[in-house]
């Protein structure tokens, strides 16, 4: 079946890293994906990780996999207030099609 | 850096009649999306369009609906027959598959009434 699914909310202090979680269920997924979508704004790409690697990082952003248990995710480095945003994590199998979770709210206060 | 435009931002119809949203993906892109977000649910799939085609569709992506790139710029969504179950916020994606990774525009909000 289709299903990603993340935790609703998470508040962190400014300063403090962040880790949004993520698990899915098809095992064939190929890519991963997390995208950031701020109030009123798209959907901006942030990150991605191929299914063969365990772990990328990127500046503040640190993706992991665990391929065997399906879970993704996504460490923020140092959060900062604009850093609050909904967190989509998604995934793609052998088709364009992106799957996406729930999204995780995040909220950072001082 | 080079990003999706949206056209319009807002756009409120009655149920019944047509829509067409509009799209600019980024220039050098060949694969084109609409995915759709009902308020509090998920970002759902809708279809995806390459060389002038439909590559894949989802199930939500029924008769009334039907996309086009009249244009080497555009790229449009079009709902026959409005629904108030079709509002939502209608997302355009672009990419260029290396590696797959869709950039999505900001958004066009629908409200049917």
């Known amino acids: 079946g289709e299903d990603v699914e993340q935790s609703l909310f998470l508040s962190v202090r400014e300063g403090d890293s962040s880790v949004i979680n993520c698990t899915y269920t098809?095992?064939?997924?190929?890519?991963l994906y997390w995208y950031k979508q701020e109030p009123g704004a798209g959907l901006q790409l942030l990150t991605y990780?191929?299914?063969?690697?365990d772990m990328k990082q990127d500046q503040r952003l640190t993706v992991l996999l665990n391929k065997k248990d399906k879970h993704l995710s996504l460490r923020i480095a140092d959060t900062q207030t604009g850093d609050s945003a909904i967190y989509f994590c998604?995934?793609?199998?052998?088709?364009?099609?992106?799957?996406f979770g729930t999204g995780t709210r995040l909220q950072v206060f001082p | 850096e080079p990003e999706v435009t949206q056209t319009p931002s807002h756009q409120v119809t009655q149920m019944g009649q047509e829509v067409i949203l509009r799209c600019v993906p980024i220039?050098?892109?060949?694969?084109f999306y609409w995915y759709r977000q009902i308020l509090g649910q998920k970002v759902e799939f809708l279809v995806s369009?390459?060389?002038?085609?439909?590559?894949?569709k989802s199930e939500i992506f029924d008769d009334q609906f039907s996309v086009e790139r009249p244009d080497g710029s555009n790229f449009t969504l079009k709902i026959r027959s409005t629904k108030l179950e079709d509002s939502a916020m209608y997302f355009c994606?672009?990419?260029?598959?290396?590696?797959?990774?869709?950039?999505f525009g900001p958004g066009t909000r629908l409200l049917v009434l």
């Open positions: 994606a672009s990419g260029d598959r290396a590696p797959w990774a869709q950039y």
């Open positions: 098809d095992s064939s997924s190929t890519y």
């Open positions: 990780i191929f299914s063969n690697m």
């Open positions: 998604a995934e793609s199998r052998d088709t364009d099609k992106l799957i």
């Open positions: 220039s050098n892109h060949l694969y």
């Open positions: 369009f390459y060389n002038n085609e439909i590559s894949e």
